[in-house]
């Protein structure tokens, strides 16, 4: 028992100072508890396989589906849209929108992906964009106490009632305190920011790199576009963009080959190509640019039928073909070489969309246009191929393509990922159907990737937050430590023993402000790890329903306000908003406060001793 308190004392150390890793934090513990022979090997690597990490790994892969097809942003937009430039009404919008989202994707995704949003509707109202950011990241926290899935506390205190041989809590038995949170947190924001937030409107960092459509504006590439689609008498069919010899002729240069491979919105899968060696098939859309009446005779000639275009973006889009900007050096072999004669088509695989000479542009007739040492050319093809162009010396790739490859939305996958999401959470609520959560949360991340609503396998990886599982594998046999030891019946005896008489709801309050005073220093997820065994043997002893003190461990846990550093979504807000650490404690301590006093409260109405 004594060597088990010094590991977790020393861990509660390393934790709170930061100056390790959390995931090493906790591997060495775990680490510590084999050497002293506390736990066996197989005991400290139990936690890898519980399905609590394997469900977490599953769910990151999921929200990545729902944030990739743009679902996530579509829905926060519209919510927040409807507010218009009221600031209170903004405020309660942002925070409703915000908490649906959390709901079913980590709460700092969803902060993450709300944060632009939020901001440009600040500014589109005229509104300090820093009243909004804080009551932004506290309603994450807030949404994901709604369901089972919302936040990893959850799942921590669902594993314990579990692992003590309880019936589990089901998808949305958390829904109820998940309101009266929200609730709360409306009635104690509105007021707090808009007194101590005030005028503290800090410009957030301007974007460095041009985004797609700021290059596709800036070189007009939609200028004089036109969209034919191959009909299926066309004798274009089977022939090349090169063979037809489509520039030569009708003046045209193609932008891009569209192919839909399915007329069912949720299964169609959608390719772009951008080189013009792809034979052309029936249904292929061909976005070209050039004259109108080139456009015309190639269509006449060719059996092409128009097809209409969006004014708002001209139908362009970015899934697996990308535009950017690459500098020519002064030492490049292709200085005085003309654009055809650079051979960036044959030999990288991308085509050259137009070429900036300082405040000159060169957008017609590019081909005998003669390169510069300094000349900026903007280059389109697939992001493979953009990729590649990084190697090479003779310029260098402006901005980070790749990174906005990864943030790309493939927004026609956007059905198909509500869909699945929806499908999961009805397995997951509906007791009835004999499915684990766990089995129904991996089907539905494998479904992402076999469906398409993520890239590849690869980006599924990516979104997984690989210290987060590290960090709960490694401690989740802390709880077994404690149990195997006695630690645990030891602290829950003390503290049944100094305030036991006085009833269960000073036991449930002592739990409460335990948890919440440990979240100033330690993570939510590791406090709760470290307090659900605490709290369900403390049930125990008492002879009492462990549900509303487990209840208690992961709202104190989750509603964690006063520190910046608590939990992702506070640190991840306060640049953006230009806060101190001053102004969590004079917004988020009185939410803190207010939201445990109720919670004391409701907890036992909700779920009885």
């Not at 197989?42 to 990739?68: D, K, T």
């Not at 079913?104 to 995704?109: A, L």
């Not at 004259?291 to 092409?304: D, I, T």
């Amino acid at each position: 028992m004594t060597v088990t308190l010094i590991i977790l004392a020393l861990s509660a150390i390393l934790f709170v100072s930061g100056r390790i890793r959390s995931d090493l934090v906790a591997i060495c513990a775990a680490l510590s508890l084999v050497l002293t022979g506390v736990l066996t090997p197989e005991e400290a690597l139990s936690g890898f396989s519980n399905p609590i990490v394997v469900m977490m790994a599953g769910l990151f892969i999921v929200g990545g589906g729902i944030f990739s097809t743009g679902l996530a942003k579509k829905t926060g937009s519209y919510i927040v849209g409807l507010a218009g430039n009221n600031e209170k009404k903004l405020l309660i919008l942002v925070v409703l929108a915000t908490a649906a989202v959390g709901a079913f994707v980590s709460n700092t995704g969803t902060v993450a992906l709300m944060l632009p949003i939020v901001v440009s509707m600040a500014q589109g109202a005229g509104i300090s964009s820093s009243r909004l950011l804080m009551p932004l990241a506290f309603a994450g926290s807030m949404g994901g106490m709604l369901t089972l899935i919302g936040t990893p506390p959850n799942l921590i205190v669902r594993d314990s009632l579990i692992n003590a041989g309880y019936e589990p809590l089901s998808f949305f038995s958390f829904t109820p305190v998940g309101l009266i949170c929200i609730a709360v947190g409306l009635l104690v924001l509105v007021p707090l920011t808009g007194r101590f937030l005030k005028g503290r409107g800090k410009q957030t960092a301007k974007q460095k790199n041009k985004s797609l459509g700021e290059l596709a504006q800036e070189y007009r590439i939609t200028d004089n576009l036109t969209g034919l689609r191959v009909s299926h008498l066309s004798p274009a069919i089977g022939k090349t963009v090169k063979q037809l010899n489509v520039h030569g002729l009708y003046r045209l240069t193609v932008i891009e080959i569209r192919r839909t491979s399915s007329n069912n919105k949720l299964l169609q899968k959608i390719e772009q190509y951008a080189v013009s060696d792809v034979p052309l098939a029936e249904g292929d859309v061909i976005y070209a640019r050039g004259p109108e009446e080139g456009a015309q005779k190639f269509a006449n000639e060719m059996l092409l039928k128009p097809v209409p275009l969006n004014k708002k973006d001209k139908s362009l889009r970015f899934y697996n073909v990308g535009m950017a900007e690459i500098l020519l050096m002064q030492s490049s072999n292709l200085v005085n070489s003309t654009v055809v004669e650079s051979g960036f088509r044959e030999k990288y695989g991308v085509n050259v969309l137009g070429v900036r000479r300082r405040d000159q542009y060169f957008l017609q007739g590019l081909k005998d246009v003669r390169l510069h040492a300094g000349d900026i050319i903007l280059v389109q093809g697939e992001w493979k191929a953009i990729s590649g162009l990084a190697q090479e010396n003779d310029w260098v790739v402006l901005g980070q393509p790749l990174e906005q490859a990864a943030h790309v939305t493939l927004d026609h996958k956007a059905p198909l990922a509500a869909l699945i999401m929806l499908a999961m959470v009805i397995v997951m609520a509906v007791e009835s159907i004999p499915i684990e959560p766990v089995t129904a949360v991996v089907a539905a991340a494998v479904l992402m990737i076999f469906s398409g609503c993520l890239r590849n396998v690869e980006a599924a990886y990516k979104n997984i937050n690989w210290e987060s599982l590290v960090l709960f594998g490694a401690m989740l046999p802390m709880a077994t430590a404690l149990e195997k030891t006695g630690t645990s019946h030891l602290i829950s005896s003390s503290l049944v023993g100094a305030i036991g008489d006085l009833g269960p709801y000073a036991l449930l309050t002592a739990i409460y402000l335990t948890t919440s005073i440990l979240t100033f220093f330690i993570s939510n997820t590791v406090t709760a790890m470290l307090m659900a065994p605490i709290a369900m043997a403390a049930a125990i002893e008492q002879s009492i329903n462990p549900i509303p003190l487990l209840m208690g461990v992961t709202v104190a846990a989750s509603m964690c306000f006063a520190s910046p550093f608590s939990t992702p979504p506070n640190a991840l807000v306060m640049s953006a908003g230009g806060y101190q650490p001053i102004d969590y404690i004079k917004v988020g301590l009185p939410l803190q406060i207010a939201i445990a006093l109720v919670m004391i409260v409701a907890l036992p109405l909700l779920f009885p001793f």
